[in-house]
């Protein structure tokens, strides 16, 4: 008798101001299902959540193009390619891994904006005003309050659910993320550029929430439109009534499900990891 073919891998990959931690319940939840999941912290984030808040000085100045390459490396170490699903900023990332050709499939979950998304809605300026509002942050890390993780991620979570949320998840980011994807549009060679006329992509699902204050639907639906420009399989899914915090507002299962069913159908056979 064959033996059942095994399932790809799958790389999670969080976004700012949380840990992997915030992947808890989307790790097991697919695991249960036969795969082989990983959920690898950002290059030097040492530690657990309640670590890194006494001592977040090692994250000052940590930028898109390091992250990338550190998860570059992971996805390039598996035995075959992953299916690569990213959150936030960690949407971004997925979407640079893909522009390198990396991954069977990916998802991004509300993604981060990369050159070229216009987009910028007064919420999402709220949010970042949180750090862009001061240009020493740059190099720096910044905490959220309970008030603006609250509406940052978790607008439709009552104040009690949102303050658990915040405990048990939330660590100081680093500015500098924030800075290059927010004046990406004005260099020429942004560390969030990406290449939206590649048809050799890897299938990308991108996936938006309509009460996202931190990046709106809106932002989602043209990143999904621009990487559509190619031929590349590229599809968009939008949430109802979902807030920023996709891996752990209430019904996160159905996300996760979601995004899991679609990526099975499109990860394909096994692609060569480029060298």
Known sequence: MNALPTPPPIVLIHGLWLTPRSWEGWKQRFESRGHEVLAPAWPRMNGEVEDIRRDPSALNGLGVAEIVDHYDAIVRGLAAPPIIIGYSFGGLVT???LDRGLGAC???????????????PLSELRVSFAVLGNPANRNKTVELTPKQFHYAFTNTMNENDSDDAYSRYEIPGPGRPLFEAAFANFSRHAATKANFH??????LLV?????????????????AKRFGKS???VDYKEFSGRPHFTAGAPGWEDVADHALDWAMKH????????A
Do not use: M
Not at 209 to 218: I, Q, R
Not at 267 to 274: E, K, L, R
């Open 267 to 274: 990860a394909g056979a096994p692609q060569a990891v480029p």
């Open 198 to 203: 590649d048809d050799g992509r890897p299938p």
């Open 207 to 223: 996936i938006g929430n309509s009460e996202d204050h931190t990046v709106p639907a809106s932002v989602s639906r043209e990143a």
């Open 231 to 233: 031929k590349a399989t």
């Open 106 to 120: 990916g998802v991004a979950l509300s993604p981060a904006p990369v050159k070229g998304v216009l987009r910028l």
């Open 95 to 97: 979407e640079l891994l």
